[in-house]
């Protein structure tokens, strides 16, 4: 039997990450040519919503199919989970608030993820590319509206979407607690070990990663806030 054990920073984690630079590379280099012929990408934006949504679908019903599918881990209630069903109304409707939460929560959850994948299966499997792409179309939406669509992220834009990710925090935690999950690590540690140790103990750390994810979300702010010229929240 074939087996697909990923291992980071492996050939085929950093030919990932060397693509991803890429794009990103090639879309802030043509964001010029791109913001003339915007009204004509309507059709290139829910097309990759599409692909994007059928690709989350493909997953689940893969889990479904191998045994995985589990309420306890399986519920699309992980940051990068909630911020790729954002992504796909984004690109379908343009609505600027779900824009804050990609652009911010998005972008710093899919990169880190990126960065340091929770990843067991490796290339040429399905998961690998459901994995890299949606996290991948994740970042690039984001940078695609300041950068293609012209939409400045702003201080109280980093707020908003601070704001709404902890608006979800009662929901995720009722789920925790009535399926005896762990979605976002609200309700413990993970196991083997990550960041969250040096955050504190329960539940303090959750304090901690609130004070993290904000701080991300303004160094987000401080690069991007000047690439375009609309604001997110006129």
């Known amino acids: 039997m ?17 693509i991803f630079i890429i794009l990103v590379g090639c879309l802030y280099v043509y964001r010029h040519r791109l913001r003339d012929r915007v009204s004509n990408l309507r059709g290139m934006e829910r097309s990759f919503a599409l692909v994007l949504l059928a690709l989350e679908i493909g ?25 790729l069903l954002a992504t796909v109304i984004l690109l379908w409707t343009g609505s600027r608030l779900l824009a804050n939460f990609v652009i911010f929560a998005g972008i710093a959850g899919a990169l880190q993820a990126m ?19 949606t996290h991948a179309g994740i970042i690039l939406t ?16 980093v707020f908003q979407a601070f704001l709404l990710l902890n608006l979800l925090l009662p929901l995720i935690l009722f789920v925790n607690n009535r399926v005896e999950g762990n979605y976002m690590f609200l309700s413990r ?7 969250l140790d040096y955050l504190g103990p329960y539940p303090w750390y959750i304090f901690s990663l609130e004070a993290v994810a904000l701080g991300m979300f303004l160094i987000i702010w401080l690069l991007l806030r ?9």
């Open 2 to 18: 074939q087996t697909y054990e990923f291992t980071m920073f492996s050939a085929a984690h950093l030919l990932v990450i060397i």
């Open 59 to 83: 997953f689940h019903l893969w889990m479904i199919e191998a045994g995985r599918w589990r309420l306890q881990d399986s519920l699309p209630l992980e940051l990068c989970s909630i911020s």
């Open 115 to 133: 960065i340091t994948p929770v990843l067991d299966m490796n290339f040429p499997h399905f998961r690998f590319f459901h994995f890299f792409i």
């Open 142 to 157: 984001g940078l695609y509206f300041v950068w293609v669509r012209g939409y400045t992220p702003t201080l109280r834009g």
């Open 189 to 195: 540690k993970p196991v083997n070990g990550s960041l």
């Open 226 to 234: 000047r690439k375009s010229k609309r604001s997110l929240s006129d």
